[in-house]
Structure formats: C-alpha cells, structure tokens
C-alpha cells in the first residue's frame, strides 16, 4: 500500500495522483524559494518539479488532473482579479491608460511574431501557443490556448500539448525578462535615486492621498457666511471640515454645512493637498491650536462597514451628520484612500474614518456593523457565487464572423474579468467584493501552485522527448524572438518617446509579460515598490489581451 503512494504507475488510484500532486507542489514550493544572484523561480518551481516528476513516470488519474488544473486556474485569476481590480480602474484616471496602450502593444507585438513563426517555419500550431505562452509567461493565456485546441482536436494535426512548448521557453521568457530591465538601465544610463526623486515629485503634484491641516478663520469676507455657501461659491465641496471651535469657547463640535463662520474660528480640513491649501488660504491662515484636538467629547476613530443594510448606501443617504453630529472624513477601500464625499458608495469591508461624540459614534457602529472580526472569516457565499459568475462569463460563446468557432473567455478569462466588476462595483446582489488579504493570497497561491502540477506532470510524460524530436534549442530560438524583440520595442517606445519613468517602465515590462518572478526581481534591483503599482495597472487588461489573443490566432490559422 505505501509502495503505491510513492512509486511511479502508468495507472494511477486516487491517492497515489493526490500524492504526486502534493509532491510536486511540496517539492516545487521549496525549490523555487532558492535564490541565484537575487533571482528565484517563485511559485514556477512547481511546474518545474512536476515535470521532473512526469519525465521519471509519475502519472495523474486523466478526470483528476483535468479537475486540479482548471480549478487551479479558475482560483488564481479569480483571486489576481480581486486584488488588483479597484487599482486596475482607479489607474485610468491617472498614468493607466497610456501604460495600458504600450502594453496592450507589446501583446500584439508577440502575437504578430508568433504569427509569423507558424507560417514560415514547420512548427506544429499548438506547439507554437506552447513557445508563445511561456515566452511571454502567461499561464492564463496557456489555459485558454488548451481550451481552444480541444475544440480543434478532431482533426489530426492537433493532437500534441502545448504545454511541453511552453515549459521549454518559459524560463527563456522569466529569465529575459529581467535581461532587458538591466540593460535597459545600463543603455540609458538610468540614476535611480534621481528617477525616484523624479516620481516622487510627480506624485506628489497629482496626489489622491488626503491631508489633514488646521485653520484659524480672520478674513472679513468669509465672516458671517455658512459653511454650505462658502464651499459652493467657491467650489471646495471637495473638502470635509471634521472639527470646529468657535473663539473664545472651549468647545470643539463636528459642524454642520449649515454652521456660520465668526472671527478667529479654528477648523480641521481634511481633503487633498491643494484643495486643502486652497480653503486654508481663503478663509486665513494656519493654525497650531491644540485645543482642537484635546477635546475630551470628540474622538476620531474607525469603524468598518459589516451591515448588509448599509452596503451600497450613500454617506448622503446614511445622513451621519443631522442624524449623530458625525462627520465621515475617509474611506479606506483595497488600500486606496477615498474622500468622504456625500455620493460616496459603500462596499462591504470599507473601513469609515468618524469624527465626533463617543456615544454617537458607538451608535453608528449599531448602524453600520463595525464586527471586525467577520472581516477575517472569508466569505464562502460570495467566494463561490463570484466563482460560479466567472464560469458563467468564461462558458459564454462569442460568434466572431469568419471564425470556425465561437470565441470563449474561458477558465482564464472569464473569472477574471468578473471578479474586475465585482471589485469595480462592490458586489452583485448577496455577493460582495471583500476578501480580505490572507484569503486572496492563499486562494491565488493555491490555484497557481496546483494548475503548475497538472501541467507539469503531465508536460513532463513526452517533455524529453520532444525537446529531442523537435530540437528544443529551436524552439528556444523562436521563443527569443517573441520574448526580446516585442521589449526592446516597449523600452524604446516608453522610455525615448512616452518620457516614462523607469521605475514605472519596469513595473509595466513585468507586468506585460506577467512575470511575477521578474516583478520581484524589480522590486529588489531597482530598491523600490513602484514597480508593484504599474504592474497591478496593466496585469488585468494584458491577461485578457493575451487570452483573446491566442484564441484568435489558434481559430483563425486552425
């Protein structure tokens, strides 16, 4: 019985394929956290390991591997889209729709080279899917190229696996990835503390993070006038004041817009900086009074949205201020800072940044739920409901004219493209976007680490052979041409004539070819986290990209 759990058949039981699955990612897990000069195999090692494993004949049960890989799929991109769909929209106000472009660009690029490569070498259509995928290191786009082919099947020509293609280019792809970001910062001679300094300016000037700052009211123009008409002529609604002390009173209250402004009042602002700079300078000057913020009656304090009745309710429609004496200063929301407006939506999860009395503030927490500790627990209903959606989305047919067969989201698209709307409008129905932190990152490790076993173990049954029969080091060529020619393209393009900051030019170089290993890398070379915010902006709408894109191309030359 032991001996079966741990030898290799061409038969395997239940158990035995579990065991070979665990093996794999056990064994790929701990691989892959080895560093050589800085750079590691991440989670990838996994796939490596699984094709040793299926090279030294470890088989998976044919249903069950079928079932690991596509739920492994489905959790990762389910679980990357949670994580980075608020910032994938909120990027477009900003830097994200021309980082998107080149991106998108170097997509089409590749697919372009791929092209090319089918019509003008021998090579097998889904082999070149295969060299394309792990060129590019996108697993998504593996999943749907299998997807597609299995369509394709019936006729003879495609009955190889694109996988084995895909694990000889793929460390090609991770490890060209990190060539052309020191190149890049060798050819152009690229100073990272000036680079730095360059973005921080940069952000500081186009800045959504909100300040808070003290005043002291002694323009005569603004005396006499309420708060409601002082913000409305001239256009600062935008701005929240959370504390007020009239002079020559102790007193410190949460106002209302309908308060009037006396002589030497003092107020807290909360907004962004220049609007904050803005009231400020119109209503007088800066304040250092500390009185306004020792009050004993007014407290500030966080309070989390856990209430189904208060979910997808407006601050206005909650009516905080006439209802408690309370004013609603920030929203903190996937890690992104929100102004309290008045038609601000809430999501399940937002964490409320309240001004005002003790007890008032304890009642809204009656209001609005404030139970912590559910947030901690992941929510199984809207886990699986968001899941049964993306399978929905992905099982979808899109007839393309002249395509032989509809075109589908798939396993890789289609959860991923719902769990980007559910995080961009906080939930459908009982299903909400909120998850917090832990479970995202287990949900995505889990899914890749388990989709990388499947694929390797069985890539691994024919992986020597056909390195051999096909000439590997050939197949290894065409991938260099899809890795390296499409970046030099990006790096032109972004740094000589989109003036792109180089820190931000390698988070979107990682994220265009969704190289995970090589956005750590980045991190680490260029001693910043930039990187990290341009990979998030461009990894969502690349991933569909590149799934899209492979469909089309397999339809059209299949």
Request: include cysteine; hydrophobic fraction near 50%; glycine fraction near 10%.
């Amino acid at each position: 019985m032991i001996e079966s759990l741990f030898l290799p058949s061409d038969t395997p039981g239940v158990l035995q394929s579990l065991m070979v699955i665990l093996t794999a990612i056990g064994v790929g897990v701990f691989a892959g956290r080895l560093r050589v000069y800085k750079v590691s195999l991440g989670v990838s090692g996994v796939m490596f390991a699984g094709l040793i494993m299926g090279h030294y004949g470890y088989r998976i049960q044919p249903d069950i591997l079928d079932f690991v890989r596509d739920l492994g799929l489905i959790l990762f991109v389910y679980g990357i889209g949670i994580q980075v769909g608020p910032s994938f929209f909120s990027s477009f106000r900003r830097d994200g729709l021309r980082f998107n472009l080149l991106a998108v660009g170097t997509v089409g690029a590749g697919i372009l080279i791929a092209w090319l490569l089918y019509i003008l070498t021998d090579t097998q259509l889904e082999y070149v899917a295969g060299i394309m995928s792990g060129a590019v290191t996108n697993t998504p786009g593996l999943g749907a190229a299998r997807a597609v082919l299995l369509e394709l099947r019936q006729q003879p020509s495609l009955a190889a696996d694109p996988a084995v293609a895909y694990a000889i280019t793929y460390p090609l792809g991770v490890v060209g990835v990190i060539i052309v970001i020191v190149a890049a910062r060798q050819v152009f001679r690229i100073d990272l503390a000036a680079e730095a300094a360059a973005y921080e300016a940069n952000r500081q000037q186009e800045a959504a993070s909100l300040v808070r700052a003290k005043c002291r009211v002694h323009n005569s123009e603004v005396i006499g006038k309420t708060l409601f008409h002082l913000l409305r002529e001239h256009q600062l609604t935008d701005v929240i004041i959370s504390r007020l002390k009239h002079t020559g009173s102790q007193a410190v209250i949460t106002p209302g817009l309908d308060i009037t402004l006396q002589d030497r009042d003092v107020m807290v602002i909360v907004g962004q900086p220049q609007r904050v700079a803005a009231f400020v300078s119109l209503v007088g000057s800066p304040s250092t009074d500390p009185q306004i913020d020792a009050a004993p009656d007014i407290v500030s304090r966080s309070v989390f949205v856990t209430r189904r009745s208060a979910v997808h309710k407006s601050l206005a429609e909650l009516n905080l201020v006439n209802s408690y004496g309370l004013k609603v200063t920030r929203v903190f929301r996937s890690g992104m800072e929100l102004l309290a407006r008045p038609d601000l939506e809430l999501y399940y999860g937002d964490k409320l940044q309240v001004v005002g009395n003790q007890e008032d503030i304890e009642s809204v927490c009656r209001l609005i739920g404030n139970a912590e500790s559910r947030l901690l627990e992941p929510d199984f209903l809207s886990l699986f409901g968001g899941l049964i959606i993306g399978i929905v989305l992905g099982s979808v047919p899109i007839v393309v004219p002249g395509l032989p067969v509809p075109v589908r989201l798939g396993f890789a698209a289609g959860p991923l493209l719902a769990a980007l709307l559910i995080s961009r409008y906080g939930g459908v129905g009982v299903i909400h976007s909120y998850l917090n932190a832990g479970a995202t990152h287990f949900m995505k490790d889990l899914g890749i680490c388990l989709f990388f076993a499947a694929v390797g173990v069985h890539a691994g049954e024919t992986f020597y052979a056909s390195f051999v029969e096909h000439h590997g080091w050939t197949w290894l060529a065409y991938g260099s041409l899809i890795t390296f020619i499409p970046l030099a393209l990006m790096v032109a393009v972004g740094r000589i004539w989109l003036k792109i900051n180089f820190l931000q030019l390698a988070g979107i170089i990682s994220g265009a070819y969704t190289d995970p290993a090589a956005l750590a890398f980045s991190t680490g070379y260029l001693r910043s986290d930039v990187p990290t915010q341009a990979y998030a902006a461009v990894y969502p709408l690349v991933t569909l990209c590149r799934i899209f894109g492979i469909q089309v191309m397999l339809l059209v030359l299949g």
